[in-house]
């Protein structure tokens, strides 16, 4: 790895507060040196709020998002993964993208009554919801707050499909319950792993599970009859972008039985947030890599252009795009996942349907 920048702070993935759009508040762009701060330190602690939405399933309007639904237990994101598109929702909220979206956790309450509500409708018809699309599902605060958990308890008493995407073992607690609802093909889970090499795992996604972790949570959940998908999201032109055989190689290995990919695309607060943490992380790759960004995206970090903003364009991306396609056929060949099953819904929802 490069030398860090001696101003690089250990700890979090973004490494300033960026200001809020919505308001006129200044943040501190020094924030506290987290691998130096003393134990109890104020600023070291993350804060968790309660929130109390109407509504916890989502529309998703996106043509790039094959979900029709998402679904959101907590809102910003304890991982500190610094890419994160997520992190622009947390302007809406009060709160900067930058460190406020590691550090200040919304929790909403109240999910599994909510998530009933809905299933419960006359108008609900059963479909697949991703669980979350937004925010980590399992990020730290799930083990204490198991809202996740209630969600796949809610799932399966109304046997409703879902897809969980992660990056944390924590996955496994819930084997009892996955394991029910594979056994009815209601449920997917996508794991993104983003590289092989936990040392770059450790700067870009600092609070995450390593990578072995992760390996071994794909091998775990298909050894239990989950059917697992693996993203490797983003791509980071100059970064992982090397990586793409040996991960398709491994990830199938472990028994997944489909991979995926998405472009590194850097919106709104996020391209301030990353070109500071790659400059001060990666200090001798950081210009290779804002460059190569660029280049995917017609020369802009951001791209917004439905159809093209998750792939990319170029040369960089049609190379991408011609390895996936590679790897797959060489190492996933035979392999996909099974359809969801929209059945059970309406028989578990209306029992009187049984007697016909």
């Known amino acids: 790895m490069d030398k860090k920048d001696k101003t690089y702070i250990k700890g979090r993935g973004a490494q300033i507060n960026t200001a809020n759009p919505f308001h006129n508040l200044e943040y501190d762009n020094q924030p506290i040196d987290w691998e130096n701060a003393e134990e109890g330190e104020t600023g070291l602690r993350t804060e968790y709020i309660p929130v109390y939405p109407k509504t916890i399933i989502n529309k998703v309007e996106s043509q790039d998002i094959p979900m029709s639904y998402s679904m959101n237990p907590y809102q910003g994101c304890e991982h500190g993964c610094v890419y994160c598109y997520a992190r622009n929702t947390h302007t809406y909220w009060g709160y900067s993208a930058g460190m406020d979206f590691e550090q200040k956790i919304l929790i909403k309450q109240d999910v599994p009554q909510l998530l009933e509500k ?177 280049e995917a995206h017609g020369g802009k970090l951001s791209d917004s252009r439905p159809g093209v903003r998750m792939s990319g364009e170029g040369h960089l991306a049609k190379m991408v795009k011609q390895q996936f396609k590679l790897g797959r056929e060489k190492f996933m060949k035979g392999k996909s996942l099974p359809p969801y099953n929209f059945e059970l819904f309406e028989q578990m929802k209306n029992p009187q349907m049984k007697l016909f």
């Open 118 to 294: 809905k299933f419960k409708s006359r108008n609900w018809k059963p479909m697949p919801i991703m669980l979350a699309g937004n925010t980590d599902c399992y990020q730290p605060i799930e083990k204490e707050k198991k809202i996740t958990r209630s969600i796949l308890e809610v799932c399966w008493k109304y046997r409703h499909p879902i897809g969980i995407i992660t990056k944390n073992a924590l996955v496994l607690r819930d084997l009892d319950i996955l394991k029910k609802m594979a056994e009815h093909d209601l449920v997917h889970v996508s794991l993104s792993i983003t590289t092989l090499d936990d040392s770059v795992r450790q700067l870009l996604e600092p609070r995450t599970a390593s990578i072995p972790r992760r390996l071994d949570t794909v091998e775990k959940l298909t050894e239990a009859g989950i059917p697992v998908n693996v993203m490797m999201a983003p791509i980071i032109p100059g970064l992982n972008d090397h990586e793409i055989l040996p991960m398709i190689k491994t990830v199938s290995e472990k028994g997944a039985l489909s991979v995926g990919y998405t472009m590194v695309r850097l919106n709104g607060d996020i391209a301030e947030i990353f070109v500071d943490w790659v400059t001060k992380a990666l200090p001798d790759r950081a210009e290779k890599i804002i460059h190569q960004i660029k």
